[in-house]
């Protein structure tokens, strides 16, 4: 049975004394009262990801994700931090493809793959993100661009390389708007990403991989989301800032 994900992506949020305090919290109430058949996983931003990871070495419970990398090892991309470089801090996830990140930072299809190669390469688990725009869904082409999407980066990964790769689609549409996707719309695109994962990288490979919503989660409504045979967990946002909040969604999955 695949064991499921709840990953808090925390965005352009929290000082490091506010991240410090959140990660505090929900590791204490994840003690007091334990989870253990949920992966809980949180992406501070990088100026946080240090302290943070001491934090949870020292604690355990819970698991550390970035938010980005470069594609590139090292060299003169100013600003930049490469995937090598959140391994070296302890970090074991990283959110690449993200639909923030595509629309405002133009990020391709192609970057997406290069970047979860990257993190690959170094020992760390990409969590792809895919889904589809609001005009997309009411023209009806919601498959088509998903599946452009993953014929484009995630069927390119090395299919010894799959094993490792987290997908979470999120719906633009959904984030943060409220508007949450049913758990009938979900469902159904994540049996459509499983059963594309199947055609290219075989069946176990596709019963063995994850595939987690995100898109306005959140403690009412993640328990139906989470119930659904194709949905391994969430990528949470906003609900992922409260560390009660936070918790209830992931005593839900
Ligand atoms: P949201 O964001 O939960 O605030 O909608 C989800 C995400 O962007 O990962």
Redesign the pocket.
């Given at each position: 049975m695949r064991k499921k994900i709840v990953a808090g992506?925390w965005?352009m949020n929290n000082t490091l004394q506010e991240g410090l305090a959140l990660t505090f919290r929900i590791i204490d109430l994840l003690k007091e009262n334990p989870a253990d058949h949920v992966k809980v996983i949180v992406a501070p931003p990088f100026t946080s990801l240090h302290p943070i990871c001491e934090l949870i070495n020292k604690e355990g419970v819970i698991h550390l994700a970035a938010q980005d990398c470069h594609q590139e090892k090292s060299g003169a991309f100013t600003g930049e931090v490469s995937s090598d470089m959140l391994f070296d801090l302890g970090v074991k996830y990283v959110i690449v493809g993200?639909?923030?990140r595509r629309h405002y930072f133009n990020e391709t299809d192609a970057l997406v793959l290069a970047k979860a190669e990257a993190a690959l390469d170094v020992g760390l688990r990409p969590i792809m993100?895919f889904g589809e725009t609001q005009e997309q869904r009411s023209r009806g082409e919601h498959f088509d661009a998903v599946k452009k999407q993953l014929e484009n980066s995630l069927l390119k990964i090395n299919p010894a390389d799959i094993a490792h790769v987290v997908i979470?689609y999120?719906p633009v549409w959904?984030?943060?708007?409220g508007q949450n996707a049913t758990p009938q719309q979900a469902q159904e695109m994540h049996a459509f990403i499983r059963s594309t994962v199947a055609g290219k990288f075989g069946k176990n490979a596709a019963d063995d991989i994850l595939i987690i919503y995100?898109?306005?989660?959140?403690s009412k409504n993640s328990k139906e989301l989470f119930s659904q045979p194709d949905i391994d967990g969430g990528?949470?946002?906003?609900?992922?800032l409260k560390a009660d909040e936070f918790v209830q969604i992931v005593r839900s999955a």
């Open positions: 992506n965005k993200h639909s923030e993100c979470a999120e959904a984030i943060g708007t995100g898109g306005s989660c959140n990528l949470i946002g906003g609900a992922s």
